[in-house]
């Protein structure tokens, strides 16, 4: 019987039912048991700014998303943070009734705050014990932002970014923790959440709308929750091998684009008020959803607008595995691959012919390199992927094929050079900075080429450099030719380094992607700016810093009632800056009080004074 073909609205209705595909999706990854299954933690702000630069409610939407999408037996949880950290939902196990307290979030993830503290959020997030691996997904659209109650500003709030960063992060990834960022805004710390996601093999993604935002939660949980996919190509087709049991066709379009036709082997059309015996098709403005049990074998066809981010996945008694495939990879250096194929238990024989290779596609799906893999024992392959010669977003591919079979997994990376650079004009230097979580100063060399003219850099930190610069005439765009020297596991190789233009106006663009996130976190003087060491707060600022604080730090005694307030002055009473502010307020009072007597005895004189 046909479940029925479905014309759809736009809105929460058209969420539910991509919920329901993703769903679908994850089933279709490879069952685990519970113990081992990873959890998902996902940390949300909700800090003031929120308001402004997340005008459609995208992360009360995500929220929805993504908790349902989450498979049954999975453990998860939901935690808020601004000047405060809550956990409207608490660890959990996934099942029903944890899905109906997700579902009534939205309005906690609309309760406003003042302030940004992703630090204490993520320690929260993290504390909580976890059977399987732990995933926290940070949404965020702004900088770290500490109360100034608790310090003099903006210095706790770099230590904040400088603890996570240095501290929280490397402990972390350690710990087998995943964090994965999601940015609402341009003004969001971008450096500091990739720095999380680099440091902890996590994915960072910028989204200013549904489709954006769409985008990054797939590529997140292709990353926890892998699932199988067909080849789907240019003109639409994708071929059913015998052993599918069902298909999941995801196809992203237009709005105005003409309604989807399916065409089966047999040539049979279907549209969505014709879908096959058995199927769910959902028309949305923005994609079409089938779902099709025991697809019938052989080449199927889309007609109409497939967009590019479209996919089928299927689920068999074949299912393509993989060594964990990295987050990150680097400009120069190449991945090591390990694929096979694991079989259900009543599953027929390996398919014959078997071919396993990687790819690795730039964000327009263009292939940049690829390898086939060496069969070895039990059944797997292995091989290394070139270097890659590009950097920013990318795509991991591996691909499994044989006689009447074939099978994919996509996962999304981030490209990044091994090593940093950005020009310091104020300085007259170049600084460089190892990306590459290896590469030190003891195995590491740097050289420069600017015009013939051989330049080498040294090393001023553990995996930091600086490259001084000959006079240089500032109107003048000069390349300068960088290359690193290394030595690791005894091989020594060379890596040519982005090619940096010296001169004022290039160094925003170069400060971006080639810069890598530990650069671009950095400020840097023009040629016509001082560089100079960063200045202790004069007198005056941390006057009008502490008259700022005043009302946040009572506010705080307030809420912690008398003794919180009493115990809060005795402890104001041990900073010079309350008595700079008693002695001004006794000040004032004197003040007034001499300006009213002498304005009453004015008076007085002016009362006796005789009338001519």
Do not use: C
Not at 169 to 175: C, I, N, V
Not at 434 to 458: C, F, K, W
Not at 579 to 591: E, N, P
């Amino acid at each position: 019987m046909r479940s029925g073909a479905w014309r759809g609205r736009r809105g929460s209705h058209a969420r539910w039912w991509l919920v329901l595909w993703l769903l679908g999706a994850v089933a279709m990854a490879a069952a685990q048991p519970a113990s081992a299954r990873p959890d998902v933690r996902v940390v949300v702000d909700v800090s003031g700014s929120m308001k402004a630069h997340d005008p459609d409610r995208l992360a009360a939407s995500a929220m929805g998303l993504l908790v349902s999408l989450l498979p049954e037996g999975a453990s998860a949880g939901v935690w808020t943070f601004g000047e405060r950290v809550d956990n409207p939902l608490p660890l959990g196990r996934v099942e029903s009734a944890w899905r109906e307290r997700a579902l009534a979030l939205p309005p906690a993830l609309r309760d406003y705050q003042q302030y940004t503290d992703i630090e204490t959020a993520l320690r929260r997030a993290v504390d909580a014990e976890a059977n399987g691996g732990r995933h926290l997904i940070l949404m965020t659209d702004g900088v770290i932002d500490l109360p100034p109650a608790r310090g003099a500003k903006p210095g706790i709030d770099r230590d904040s970014r400088r603890r996570l960063v240095e501290e929280l992060a490397p402990t972390l990834a350690d710990q087998g923790v995943a964090v994965h960022a999601i940015a609402f805004s341009d003004e969001a710390d971008l450096a500091l959440v990739e720095r999380l996601a680099q440091s902890t093999g996590g994915l960072a993604a910028r989204v200013d709308s549904p489709e954006g935002l769409l985008g990054a939660f797939l590529d997140i949980f292709e990353r926890i929750f892998p699932a199988d996919r067909l080849p789907l190509d240019d003109e639409g087709r994708f071929i059913v091998d015998k052993g599918v049991d069902s298909l999941s066709a995801l196809v992203f379009h237009e709005p105005d684009a003409p309604p989807l036709t399916l065409v089966a082997p047999d040539g049979t059309r279907y549209q969505a008020e014709t879908a096959p015996e058995g199927a769910n098709w959902q028309v949305e403005p923005h994609f079409d959803l089938i779902r099709l049990p025991e697809p019938q074998a052989g080449e199927w066809r889309l007609e109409g607008r497939v967009g590019e981010r479209s996919r089928i996945s299927v689920s068999g008694p074949w299912h393509l595995r993989t060594s964990p495939l990295p987050a990150t990879l680097y400009r120069g250096f190449p991945v090591p691959v390990e694929a096979w194929l694991e079989a259900e238990a009543d599953a027929a024989n390996l398919p014959g012919n078997l071919t396993l290779e990687v790819a690795l596609e730039d964000a327009d799906g263009e292939e940049q390199a690829s390898v086939v893999l060496n069969a070895g024992a039990e059944g797997r392959f292995e091989g290394e992927l070139p270097p890659p010669d590009l950097t920013g977003n990318a795509r991991l591919v591996v691909r499994a094929s044989g006689d009447g079979f074939t099978r994919q997994r996509s996962q999304a990376v981030n490209v990044l050079p091994a090593i940093g650079a950005v020009h310091d004009p104020a300085a007259g230097r170049v600084v460089l900075v190892a990306e590459h979580p290896r590469l030190t100063r003891d195995n590491t060399r740097i050289r420069g080429d600017l015009r013939g003219e051989s330049l080498s850099a040294e090393a001023v930190g553990e995996a930091r450099w600086t490259l001084s610069l000959p006079s240089l005439d500032p109107e003048l765009r000069q390349p300068l030719e960088l290359t690193a020297t290394v030595t690791l596991d005894g091989e020594t190789r060379e890596l040519n380094l982005p090619q940096l233009m010296l001169n004022p106006d290039a160094r925003v663009g170069i400060a971006g992607t080639e810069a890598g996130p530990t650069l671009a976190a950095e400020r840097f003087a023009g040629p016509d700016d001082q560089a100079a060491p960063d200045a202790s707060p004069s007198l005056a600022d941390r006057f009008v810093e502490g008259v700022n604080a005043v009302p946040a730090k009572l506010r705080l005694a307030w809420q912690a009632g008398w003794p919180g307030l009493v115990e809060r002055v005795r402890g104001w009473s041990h900073g010079p800056m309350f008595w700079i502010l008693l002695a001004l307020a006794i000040g004032l009072v004197l003040l007034r009080l001499l300006w009213r007597h002498t304005s009453r005895s004015a008076s007085s004189r002016e009362r006796r004074d005789p009338h001519v």
